[in-house]
């Protein structure tokens, strides 16, 4: 079965650390990657994506992530974290094939607490 | 652009009433639509996949006669809650492909808090 895999509930970090937030999948072929965040009682902001090319893709409010075909990882990092980055972040999935509706599959999601 | 809306943003009704939750696509026209429902410190599930003019695909689990999906133009898609009880209390977000675009990639919407008493 295809699945995203977010292995950590909470990550904490202290303002201006850098800031890992990590995701692994199991779907087949090439599929599309994202990343959104989601603050409290809101929907979710598109952070990031991945299709094709370079394997480091930037993103908004200094976000990047790094993918790894090996590995089938597509972790978010941000070289410098801050407070205002505290939010529930996903992981997302677009499988090439997914029925001709461009369905995602999203990952458990992550809540990063960043402390001043 | 590509901005999507939901009203309301939040809605309080007794059990046995019905709900209804539209979802515009402001600057856009939208041939697919999404509806998904979060449970608090969940992840999105999604309920069914709306396309403009024709009927909704249900997930699996999902019952139809119970969440009423209409998407009767480009820029509309509406969820109903028929008959809502206290377990239909969730979040739902809807999600819009803009029609044309490269990777067909969704738009969020800000989501409809329904709490039913």
């Known amino acids: 079965a295809q699945s995203v895999a977010q292995p950590e509930d909470q990550v904490n970090v202290a303002e201006g650390n850098p800031l890992t937030v990590k995701c692994t999948y199991s779907v087949s072929g090439n599929p599309y990657l994202f990343w959104y965040v989601q603050y409290p009682n809101r929907g979710l902001q598109f952070l990031l994506k991945y299709i094709t090319g370079d394997n480091l893709v930037k993103g908004s409010y200094g976000f990047e992530a790094e993918f790894n075909k090996s590995q089938t990882s597509f972790h978010l990092k941000k070289p410098s974290a801050l407070v205002s980055d505290s939010a529930l972040y996903f992981c997302?999935?677009?499988?090439?094939?997914?029925?001709?509706?461009?369905?995602?599959?999203f990952g458990a999601g992550t809540r990063l607490a960043v402390h001043p | 652009g590509a901005v999507v809306s939901q009203h309301p943003s939040w809605v309080i009704c007794k059990s046995g009433t019905s709900v209804k939750i539209e979802c515009r696509s402001l600057?856009?026209?939208?041939?697919?639509m999404f509806w998904y429902r979060q449970f608090p410190k969940q992840s999105l599930m999604l309920m069914a996949t709306s396309n403009e003019g024709s009927k909704a695909t249900y997930e699996q689990g999902v019952e139809k006669d119970k969440f009423l999906i209409n998407h009767a133009s480009l820029t509309l898609s509406t969820l109903t809650v028929t008959s809502a009880h206290p377990e239909d209390s969730s979040f739902y977000i809807c999600s819009a492909i803009k029609a044309g675009s490269s990777y067909n990639e969704q738009f969020f919407g800000p989501g409809t808090r329904l709490t039913v008493l």
């Open positions: 600057d856009f026209q939208a041939t697919t």
């Open positions: 997302a999935v677009r499988p090439v094939f997914s029925g001709g509706y461009n369905k995602l599959i």
